[in-house]
């Protein structure tokens, strides 16, 4: 772990002539999120005077956002816009393309700074340590994620070939990922999917895609909202099985206890009764093109393959143990699949010159305040959202963990170590004499414009109104946020 470059000011700067100097890394709603409430917080009120400024390593800022979460998710443009007031304001400066560790060390960071705050998320998918997890045919939902979000460092092409496939997980990724391989390309359009998303999906001859959770319907980790989203898709069945609805003493008081949870167990319940009234039974199905299997009680042991692809995945039938918790039966069962994607949560990675937490792949801190080697806190080091406490939790969760953090960054201040070049320049003369081509709000502004314009021109004279189409190459990306044309 570095230590600061510098020794404690004699008076804390706060000053309109010495502004206290804070580097945000990572403008997803974590980071914005506590730039925005440092801005508005009581210490600023009684007259602090901060500047901050946002780092991202991608040309654009909104982090999971906007690449993370699945286009046609309708929770999409409420948040985007709440973190566009807060950046649009102009009291936050946006540094895009700008990638920590690479362009710019702790040590850099320190040196202009008084205090560092990480909000890097994570964008790994978690392990899932079962035979044949290996297989071509095998990915993770959050690499696939990364693809339909037309994220910038991920290859354009996703190999979309089998007609079966498993998605294992019972959490609001597992859903979309499962909504996006199971819904028809055509009904994507009004997203801002980019095109090479929208011709890979399109050619996709998947009939039946299939979600696997290891307890039972009142354990499921997604929410209402997401789960209501499966029963908008065109053109697929949602089959639902009779052997996986078991509930337990637990089951009985989450139901009775959580209005999210009774809302869910309600939802599902009531297709399954749908479903055995209005069909038949040995083939649950309104003769869809493609179904979408929720299954639950399933614990998978083993992705079977041949010739080094993925042909099936195995899975050991779960029951309740009355807490809860689910225990195996000894009971097996293959399905016939020829992909799997393993979405059982995400995990954050190491930083450079940081403490890292290998076990919950977080940043090792207490409360925010980043730790070291010796389990004390590093000088004017933070960490917020889920670099900080792992990737669980919405929006309320991420606000809470900014607030705990900047409290703790302010009630630190008179004892954070003095930036030695603390002139707002300074930090873009380093960047420039790096030549790191860094983006700006401003560049971000005539990004979107850009977008927008590619997907009014799709819509002309097309049967869909195109509101806008995700650049994709990074290369593109910059060049249209710094004002230069892009070259086709």
Do not use: C
Not at 172 to 200: F, M
Not at 322 to 336: C, H, K, L, Q, S
Not at 369 to 375: H, K, M, T, W
Not at 405 to 412: A, Y
Request: no cysteine; charged share 25%.
């Amino acid at each position: 772990m570095s230590t600061a470059v510098s020794s404690h000011p004699s008076v804390a700067p706060g000053t309109q002539d010495r502004p206290l100097r804070i580097a945000v890394i990572g403008s997803g709603p974590a980071g914005v999120y506590a730039a925005d409430m440092l801005t508005k917080s009581e210490a600023v009120r009684d007259g602090l005077v901060v500047s901050i400024d946002l780092f991202d390593r991608y040309p654009a800022p909104y982090g999971l956002i906007r690449y993370g979460v699945a286009p046609d998710h309708p929770r999409i443009k409420g948040i985007v816009n709440a973190l566009y007031k807060v950046l649009d304001r102009g009291d936050i400066r946006f540094f895009g393309n700008v990638d920590y560790g690479t362009d710019l060390s702790l040590e850099d960071l320190q040196k202009h700074y008084d205090a560092v705050i990480f909000a890097t998320g994570a964008i790994k998918d978690a392990d899932l340590n079962i035979p044949g997890i290996e297989l071509d045919g095998s990915y993770g939902g959050a690499d696939f994620v990364s693809w339909y979000d037309g994220h910038p460092d991920v290859s354009r092409e996703w190999p979309l070939t089998a007609k079966e496939i498993a998605v294992i997980g019972n959490g609001n990724v597992a859903l979309d990922v499962a909504r996006v391989l199971s819904k028809h390309a055509d009904d994507l359009l009004v997203t801002e999917i980019p095109d090479n998303v929208y011709a890979g999906l399109k050619s996709s001859p998947v009939t039946d895609v299939h979600i696997f959770g290891r307890r039972g319907p009142a354990q499921v980790k997604f929410t209402p909202m997401e789960l209501r989203e499966l029963s908008h898709s065109k053109d697929v069945d949602i089959v639902l099985y009779e052997e996986d609805f078991d509930f337990d003493e637990a089951s009985d008081a989450a139901v009775k206890s959580n209005n999210q949870v009774k809302t869910m167990v309600n939802t599902l319940t009531n297709w399954l009764a749908e479903q055995d009234d209005s069909e038949d039974a040995a083939d649950p199905s309104t003769g869809a093109s493609r179904r979408l299997h929720l299954h639950f009680l399933h614990n998978p042991v083993e992705i079977t393959g041949a010739d080094g692809k993925v042909t099936g995945i195995k899975f050991e039938r779960t029951e309740l143990d009355g807490t809860g918790n689910a225990r195996g039966t000894g009971e097996f069962i293959d399905y016939p699949v020829q992909a799997v994607y393993r979405s059982v949560g995400y995990f954050g990675s190491a930083l450079p010159d940081v403490e890292f937490d290998h076990q919950r792949g977080v940043v090792t801190n207490d409360g925010g305040r980043v730790l070291g080697a010796d389990g004390t806190h590093v000088p004017g080091i933070y960490a917020t959202g889920w670099i900080k406490r792992g990737p669980v939790g919405l929006i309320g969760s991420t606000k809470g963990d900014a607030l705990e953090t900047i409290t703790h960054l302010l009630s630190d201040r008179e004892e954070l170590p003095l930036a030695v070049e603390a002139a707002p320049e300074s930090v873009v003369e380093l960047l420039d004499s790096r030549g790191v081509e860094f983006t700006t709000w401003e560049g971000w502004l005539e990004l979107d414009a850009h977008e927008k314009a590619l997907g009014a021109a799709a819509s002309e004279g097309g049967p869909v109104q195109r509101e806008r189409i995700k650049v994709v190459p990074r290369e593109d990306m910059v060049a249209v946020s710094r004002g230069a044309s892009v070259v086709s």
